[in-house]
Antibody, heavy 117, light 107 residues
Framework: EVQLVESGGGLVQPGRSMKLSCAAS????????MAWVCQAPKKGLEWVAT????????YYRDSVKGRFTISRDNAKSTLYLQMDSLRSEDTATYYC??????????WGQGVMVTVSS | DIQMTQSPASLSASLGETVTIECLAS??????LAWYQQKPGKSPQLLIY???SLNDGVPSRFSGSGSGTQYSLKINSLQSEDVSIYFC?????????FGGGTKLELK
């Protein structure tokens, strides 16, 4: 059974950093591109970043470029999102998702990030 | 960026009814369209990809159609477990964008 389990969320002050992790199991992690997708409270979904199966390529939405870094450790089957210079508008639930045929076929349960002083 | 506009924003229907949700793209996305279902308090789940391909395990009462800029999700014989928010997503061009969602409730 495919499982994606996020961790590392919580309350953080504006301008500070936070690192999210996503532990994957039930599939061959290094065969798949992975992504982070966020959902602000009571709002829609927004793609954040994607990383290729081998970590050689990364892609970001404009609003997080230069502030967020997506990475992966295939030996540990774990995906990461390093979030720096956080802003109040980054407040959201962050989902880790497996990418297949350019859609997201499995999602984690999500982790809440609240940016507030 | 490609804008995805869903309609209606909310919908109330009775058990056994057929409902249709629409998604309009701001440009031709060549059937690169997915639908997701998000049940209350849960993470999204993939229903349909490439506009009309049903994901594994998704009941056959769900179907997708459309081309160009106009797409739709149809749910036949509405069940209580279908109460959810439904999102469309274009996967034609980055940034990959989602519609605003359609909240489906029971009448």
């Amino acid at each position: 059974e495919v499982q994606l389990v996020e961790s590392g969320g919580g309350l953080v002050q504006p301008g500070r950093s936070m690192k999210l992790s996503c532990a994957a199991s039930g599939f061959t992690f290094n065969n798949y591109d992975m992504a982070w997708v966020c959902q602000a409270p009571k709002k829609g979904l927004e793609w954040v970043a994607t990383i290729s199966y081998d970590g050689s390529s990364t892609y970001y939405r404009d609003s997080v470029k230069g502030r967020f870094t997506i990475s992966r450790d295939n030996a540990k089957s774990t995906l990461y999102l390093q979030m720096d210079s956080l802003r109040s508008e980054d407040t959201a639930t962050y989902y880790c998702a497996r990418r297949l045929r350019r859609v997201y076929d499995y999602w984690g349960q999500g982790v809440m990030v609240t940016v507030s002083s | 960026d490609i804008q995805m506009t869903q309609s209606p924003a909310s919908l109330s229907a009775s058990l056994g009814e057929t409902v249709t949700i629409e998604c309009l793209a701001s440009e031709d996305i060549y059937s690169n369209l997915a639908w997701y279902q998000q049940k209350p308090g849960k993470s999204p789940q993939l229903l349909i990809y490439y506009a009309n391909s049903l994901n594994d395990g998704v009941p056959s009462r769900f179907s997708g159609s459309g081309s160009g800029t106009q797409y739709s999700l149809k749910i036949n014989s509405l069940q209580s477990e279908d109460v959810s928010i439904y999102f469309c997503q274009q996967n034609y061009d980055s940034p990959w964008t989602f519609g605003g969602g359609t909240k489906l409730e029971l009448k």
